[in-house]
């Protein structure tokens, strides 16, 4: 059983930058991880995740270069450090787990995976 708190959200300006946290109980290093928005009145949507060992990173074109997925397998943590935030970033940010072995588009999508976060709201004003 794994459970995961994200945690590091808040209101920020366009520009501006946040580190995302996302602590896990249980161990994780054998799960494929992900990030998640959603933004209101929409649905959720995939942001970036990483492998289980970390050497693999996968971002949607709207925030590359500008996001960076990282994992501490030891600490149980998945960070998500995004620096020139735009308003479009806005939404609550979700944190997840996959089981490993499946195909790496499975994970673009939540179908990937078994275990979620209650999720961080951030906001970005223009």
């Known amino acids: 059983q794994v459970q995961l708190v994200e945690s590091g959200g808040g209101l920020v300006q366009a520009g501006d930058s946040l580190r995302l946290i996302c602590a896990a109980s249980?161990?994780?290093?054998?799960?494929?991880m992900g990030w998640f928005r959603q933004a209101p009145g929409k649905e959720r949507e995939f942001v970036a995740r990483?492998?289980?060992?970390?050497?693999?990173?996968y971002y949607i074109d709207s925030v590359k270069g500008r996001f960076s997925i990282s994992r501490d397998n030891a600490k149980n943590t998945i960070d998500l450090q995004m620096n020139s935030l735009k308003p479009e970033d806005t939404g609550v940010y979700y944190c997840?787990?996959?089981?490993?072995?499946?195909?790496?588009?499975?994970?673009?999508?939540?179908?990937?995976?078994?275990?979620w976060g209650q999720g961080t709201q951030v906001t970005v004003s223009s």
């Open positions: 997840a787990a996959g089981p490993p072995f499946r195909p790496d588009s499975v994970y673009n999508g939540p179908n990937g995976y078994n275990y």
């Open positions: 249980g161990r994780t290093s054998n799960y494929a």
């Open positions: 990483i492998s289980r060992g970390g050497t693999n990173t």
